[in-house]
């Protein structure tokens, strides 16, 4: 076992994946995590892990980005999608966790590992001599932002971001919802409010006409185009919302037999179904606006919101001008960047990058060759877009399609459909990535961890 620990900041879901990969090759870990010495914004546990905006994993339907990098971690041996399936709760054809006892698992697991250890206090400047990962997140405190852009020798990037409201489950009209998930995949596992024109159109002009909270410090409004406030997405046109978070397509109302004019969705947060996500409507209106706008939602006139909506600022540094293919500073090798921080926009792109430099940071610290995912796979392509994107007009990204190297289709093969080009991408980028999966499993894995003999 390597006597000098490796160290990561930030105990999210990068840092907290990052520290089960390295912990579990028998290296020692030594894993800061400010919280509750110092709050956030967004976080409201002290756990690890913790999810914040939503608890959607996004797609599981076979065949979708989300679902090959999902598949791709689990051939890693990714720890935090283990528990994300642990403690999924129904929502159609969509990975979606208990966010309590997803953070709480994988605490209890990481507490368990006799080579981690868990330190909880503030970072405020890059360590100096050991292996760090720097994975704090979008919420990286002042102090060691300011170290971090020090080291950087440029100012950081940055967008905000939203968080949707919350509602009591008892508090919800079961008679003005009915239960389905879109065009009926997976199980009828979403409420939904149907609205007809008319109470749509009342909605969206209390919706745009509602009072927001102003922004700190005269900085522009950036937002991230995946996770529009809903009255920003409003004030693009009166039907983008029918477009987008209320699309009524494929929600048919079973009591009519018709499609509403508009559907509000409502998706579990927690295995006892005690509380529902109001999905798509993340904001940053007053709350007292939030509680007048919502209750005009059929089924939610007398809501009871365990959570309303908020904004916070989200940190990013310029990755294709900082980062290696391996995840490591071009200015200081010993040092990684790992999720969103590192411009990857997502809960599982996040673990993504902390398997990865986890990883790398065991072959660092024992001075081994370091690893580069295949190009072809999506986490290959996640750090490919991180190193190769335009510098100067950088912006975080999800796993997608359009940033994995395209199909090659057979010289005889006719026109094909965009599904089948994209089927040809999964397939090769899970070949690709099991080899690469066996390479790196059969590397000697310690037992010291989670109990094992």
Known sequence: MNTKPIVIVGGGLAGSEAAWQIARRGFKVRLYEMRPVKATLAHKTDHLAEVVCSNSFKSDQEGT???????????LDSLLMKIAYETRVPSGASLSVDRQRFASAVTEVLCGCPNLEIVREEIREIPKEEVTILATGPLTSPDLSQSIREFAGQEHLYFY????????????????????????????????????????????????????????????????EACLPIEEMARRGVDTLRYGPMKPVGLIDPRSGNRPYAVVQLRQETLKADSYNLVGFQNHLRFGEQERVFRMIPGLEQAKFTRLGQIHRNTFINSPRILNPTLQAKKDPRIFFAGQISGVEGYVECVATGLITGINAT??????????????????????????????????????????????????AQRIEKKEKHLLQVKRALRELSEFASAVMAEPISRVVRGEP
């Open 363 to 412: 072959r660092l610290a024992s001075q081994q060759s370091l690893l580069i995912p295949p190009r072809a796979s999506a986490i290959g392509s996640l750090i490919h877009y991180l190193i190769c994107a335009d510098p100067n007009d950088f912006q975080p990204e999800n796993i997608n399609f359009g940033i994995m190297p395209a199909a090659e289709t057979p010289t005889t």
């Open 65 to 75: 980005a989300p679902w090959l990098l999902k598949e791709e971690l689990k051939l």
């Open 161 to 224: 971001d939203a968080i949707s409201p919350i509602v009591d489950a008892e508090t919800i009209d079961l008679d003005k919802v009915y239960r389905a998930s879109r065009y009926d995949k997976g199980e009828a596992d979403y409420l939904n409010c149907p609205l007809d024109k008319q109470e749509y159109l009342a909605f969206y002009e209390a919706l745009i006409h509602a009072e927001s909270v102003p922004l700190h410090n005269c900085e522009k409004a950036l937002y991230f």
